[in-house]
């Protein structure tokens, strides 16, 4: 009789145990996304397969999912990829230090953003969840994460997966250009020790970044396709604001600019003061050639108030006494 009761006091908790455990499966099978999000929902019961059992659109009610299904929650919203030359900011999510080389070796940086929306095609949305969902990447702190773990797993995906591919285009566009080809006053370096004359041509640089910007536009959709082996992000666009040496390089511009403005200021003393004596000697011929024109222009020189002039007196202007 002890032994009874002992195993119907077994079988009761495990009624409770199993009750208890059906309504937390209830409730945690119950999800639902906001505007800015998308749900990819993955079976995980103890007798289901982990196959994708279905999307979640952005902004839908409650959706049950099934008990201990895996719910993986990416943006839907357009994001966007920041690169700067600025090391500073670099500490940020989804902002990079990103720097190619021009043709002639001078690494350039770069300052531009990206901008991108993941596809919500639910087929899609599956082949990217069985692709990257279920694999973690290293971000920036050198944790590991799944892109689905909130910013800073979508930010290590996007480092690991898709920075490579915009690195690549970059470079492969930036490299076709001189450095003065991409920032005029790279020139001054150039053509500094040869001391020769420096044209800055702002309006060539700015044609030679639009094209830059469209040709990366142009590949870099169907360079992802061919990486990621599907259109897994669509609306793609890129905006390339400006090129900008390396400090050390922008340093060696500006004592160049300084030195030519030096360089400037003394040619143009130098040629005031040829100027000046020109005038100087074409006015003396004058003198020479009209003796009464001198006189004339000495009178006009003379201070006012005066009132004894004697020309050829070897003392001199004998100005009035009080």
Known sequence: M???????????????????????????????????EVAVVRDGGPFDDNLVRQIIDPASGVTWTGWWSQVHVYPAQQRFY???????????????????PSSDGVNMGIEGTLYFTLNLDHETLRVFDDKFGTRRFRGQDNEMRYPYEGE???????????RPVVDNALRSQVGAFRCAELVSSCAFVESGAARETVRM???????????????????LDRDLRSMLGAPFLTDLRFNLVKVSLPQQVQASVDRAQAAFASLAESQAAVAQARAQAEANKARQDGYNACTTCAEIEKLKALPQGITVYAPGNAGGVALPTR
């Open 82 to 100: 920041t690169i700067t030359a600025d090391a500073k900011r670099s500490t940020l999510l989804g902002v990079d230090v990103v720097t190619v």
């Open 201 to 219: 041509e702002a309006r060539e640089n700015n044609a030679t970044l639009t094209r830059i910007q469209e040709a990366v536009n142009s590949s």
């Open 2 to 36: 002890y032994t009874r009761a002992i195993l119907v006091s077994i079988a009761v908790a495990t009624a409770v145990i199993t009750a208890i455990t059906s309504v937390i499966g209830l409730f945690v099978g119950l999800e639902s996304t906001n505007g800015g």
């Open 152 to 162: 800073e797993g979508w930010s290590a995906f996007f480092g690991q997966a898709i």
